[in-house]
């Protein structure tokens, strides 16, 4: 699944598709502008501090407290790669378990 939005995602890149708009409520940083000087990194420099601020501290949360590691059993039936959908980690929980 990563690995098919990452395709997506680079293909939208490559076709230069963008959202319209801006990046904050000013107008300042306009969607268009930010991979003006490529992509990957060199596209970081143009967002907003505050921007890679929200980025982080979502991932930090989405790691920390959505899905925590210790709540990581291998999957329903301990098949690879999924949480043991107990309430809290899986809305509803997995089917099947």
Same mark, same amino acid.
Request: net charge negative; proline share 11%; no cysteine.
């Given at each position: 699944?990563? /690995?098919?939005? /990452?395709?997506?995602?680079? @293909?939208?890149q &490559?076709l230069?598709v #963008?959202f319209? %708009?801006?990046?904050?409520?000013a107008?300042q940083y306009? *969607? /268009? ?7 990957g *990194? +060199?596209? @970081?420099?143009?967002?907003?501090a505050? %921007? $890679?601020c929200?980025?982080? $501290? *979502?991932?930090g @949360?989405? &790691?920390g ?5 210790? &709540?990581? #059993?291998?999957g329903?039936?301990? @098949?690879?790669?999924?949480f043991?959908?107990s309430?809290?980690t899986?809305?509803?929980?997995? +089917?099947?378990t």
């Open positions: 699944r990563i /690995a098919m939005m /990452a395709f997506i995602g680079m @293909l939208v &490559e230069g #963008t319209p %708009g801006s990046l904050d409520l107008g306009p *969607f /268009a502008d930010v991979l003006k000087d490529g992509m *990194f +060199p596209a @970081l420099a143009n967002i907003p505050g %921007g $890679l929200q980025i982080i $501290l *979502f991932g @949360l989405a &790691e407290a959505a899905m925590p590691s210790s &709540e990581y #059993t291998g329903p039936q301990d @098949l690879p790669g999924g043991d959908g309430q809290g899986i809305p509803g929980g997995y +089917p099947f």
